[in-house]
């Protein structure tokens, strides 16, 4: 009886669930659905490396918490500054198509939030699906701002891989026990480099290989035969990370929030600002032995850099109980050694979009309208007469674009240029081409200064763009993660020395190129990527090494409205937009 009423149901129920469903999927086609989020920026004591510190944090959590939507929802985020500092926050990687004032940089798009007062960030997420992350972005606040945004498919839309048992977000940061914002204000007075820090860690915790670290150690329980997918985010202040897990394949499924055509690898490479989406099985049967998964430095330059390495565990499951691991060995994924550009340059060949019939990918641009060669590098300015400088012979150290150090406006560029009051705030004589070509990978000039302005770029509304990035050996080679806002852009090209311009762009890859918003330009080499300008406002472009940036490693793209209207034209400011 039981059975056959069970029966009953089971017929009765599963054609209404599908009715139901259908339903929903049509009814979500008509309906925005919006996620509000209530972010406290608070101080919050840390303990970590036995050091407690008081850190700025969202609503006392650190790393900060997850924003989790849907491709297509809209984000309300409520953010009020309950702390000295002034502060902005930034969804890295968000589109923000149109809704500039809501993209975050201070000084750039909007002016900072003061102590005591609330901004509320609303924006829509369009055609992106996958693992973004959200950072304050002003000074070097991020360090303990940040959190990960994990956006999934639209309602009954699926992954282009099978399911995963469980999705799990690792957050890479840098823990150091001396105060941030002193490090850089000391190290932009003296002139001299920043200190490092004292570890990286994994959601906020060093691992096993730090002092007093046992207990502050990421556990990944995983059940043998299951698949997971981890979000990797690298939200380090200073530096390319290596991640792996000891004798487990990571197949790589996405990256910042673009899919790409899976591949398999034992360890991956993420410059700060790039989000990573890998796939790996747990092995059928509870292994005899317990696998470490490691985080540690890709550094290229001269410059001084935290060799430490962070350490998780996995830890199996076996009919619901934790396998006793204190008896186990310990086995040790190899990551490469911390200047391997050989790894680097064989990973970012692997990376392509993925673009299938079931899941196309944007294609990049096969004609381009405006063309731009950028040197990206550090420079050496003179000392301020009277004060003594700790950069080589008494220089501070410097960083540009094109020669260019920017300085950062008192007042919001986008501002600045919707109210046409640009006078005094920028000027549009961005330099298109390096103002004084040089060998760039080869000797460098005598004169290393660099020009401190504050100039942008100008671009008509749709203008198809061609940017070609080049380090330059001043000082030293360095790989700069460049982070673009407001857009992606495909990496169509790559290589090392000199970019040549009637040779290299034979090879560019205009099929399948991997679309991104963050791009490590190789140590001594170059990358080539192009853009379509659809999004009229103010979009800042830097690295993200936080010393480059803070020594002017950035600059910004003003894209007009087109001539479509409304649906081509940048927003009105919100009511709410913090004043200056
Ligand atoms: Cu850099």
Redesign the pocket.
């Known amino acids: 009886m039981i059975l056959a009423m069970q029966t009953f149901y089971g017929r009765l129920v599963l054609p209404l669930l599908a009715l139901w469903f259908t339903v929903q999927f049509v009814s979500a086609k008509h309906t925005v659905i919006t996620r509000r989020y209530k972010f406290n920026v608070q101080m919050t004591n840390v303990t970590r490396l036995c050091t407690t510190k008081a850190l700025l944090t969202v609503n006392g959590q650190y790393p900060g918490p997850p924003i989790v939507a849907r491709e297509g929802d809209r984000v309300v985020v409520n953010v009020t500054n309950n702390v000295q500092n002034n502060v902005s926050i930034h969804w890295h990687g968000i589109r923000q198509l149109r809704s500039g004032w809501a993209d975050g940089p201070a000084y750039v798009t909007q002016c900072p939030i003061q102590t005591g007062q609330s901004y509320v960030y609303k924006f829509i997420i369009k055609r992106q699906r996958g693992t973004l992350w959200w950072h304050a972005h002003i000074s070097w606040l991020r360090a303990s701002l940040h959190g990960p945004i994990i956006i999934y498919p639209k309602k009954n839309a699926s992954y282009p891989f099978p399911r995963p048992h469980q999705e799990v977000p690792i957050v890479f940061g840098e823990w150091g026990n001396a105060d941030t914002e002193t490090v850089i204000n000391q190290a932009l007075q003296s002139g001299a480099q920043a200190n490092v820090s004292d570890a990286y860690t994994m959601n906020g915790l060093p691992g096993l290989m730090y002092n007093c670290s046992a207990n502050d150690t990421f556990r990944l329980k995983v059940i043998p035969g299951k698949t997971y997918l981890l979000r990797l985010v690298n939200a380090a202040l200073n530096s390319d990370l290596f991640f792996g897990i000891a004798n487990h394949t990571l197949t790589v499924v996405e990256a910042d929030a673009v899919y790409v055509k899976p591949f398999q690898t034992n360890i991956i490479l993420i410059t700060p600002g790039q989000t990573t989406n890998v796939l790996f099985t747990a092995m059928s049967q509870p292994p005899n032995a317990t696998f470490l998964i490691l985080a540690g430095p890709f550094a290229t330059g001269t410059a001084a850099f935290d060799n430490s390495t962070s350490a998780g565990v996995l830890e199996y499951v076996a009919n619901g109980t934790p396998v006793n691991t204190s008896s186990l060995p310990m086995m040790k994924p190899t990551l490469p050694a911390p200047n391997d550009t050989c790894f680097r340059s064989q990973f970012s060949q692997k990376m392509r979009s993925l673009g299938n019939p079931n899941f196309p990918a944007a294609s990049a641009p096969q004609k381009v309208d405006k063309q731009f060669l950028f040197t990206?590098g550090l420079g050496l300015n003179p000392c301020p007469q009277g004060q003594t400088c700790q950069g080589p012979n008494n220089t501070k150290f410097a960083?540009s674009i094109n020669n260019i150090s920017f300085i950062q406006p008192t007042t919001a560029l986008l501002q600045a240029y919707y109210f046409n009051q640009s006078n005094g705030v920028y000027n549009t004589t961005f330099p298109d081409n390096p103002p004084f070509p040089f060998n760039y990978t080869g000797t460098p000039p005598n004169n290393t200064r660099t020009l401190n302005d504050t100039r942008v770029e100008l671009l008509p509304f749709n203008t198809t763009v061609q940017l070609v990035l080049q380090d330059t050996s001043i000082v030293t080679f360095?790989?700069?993660?460049?982070h673009l806002h407001g857009f992606n852009f495909f990496i169509v090209g790559q290589g090392m020395g000199n970019y040549n311009a009637s040779t290299d762009p034979a090879n560019f890859n205009l099929v399948d190129p991997p679309e991104r918003n963050t791009v490590g330009v190789p140590s001594g080499g170059w990358a080539a990527l192009r853009f379509l300008a659809d999004n009229p406002g103010v979009w800042f472009m830097h690295?993200?090494?936080e010393p480059?940036?803070s020594w002017g490693?950035k600059m910004a793209w003003v894209v007009l409205n087109g001539n479509g209207g409304r649906s081509q034209s940048l927003l009105p400011p919100p009511k709410d937009l913090p004043p200056c």
Not at 478 to 482: F, K, R, T
């Open positions: 990206v960083a360095e790989s700069h993660p460049l690295c993200h090494l480059h940036t490693l």
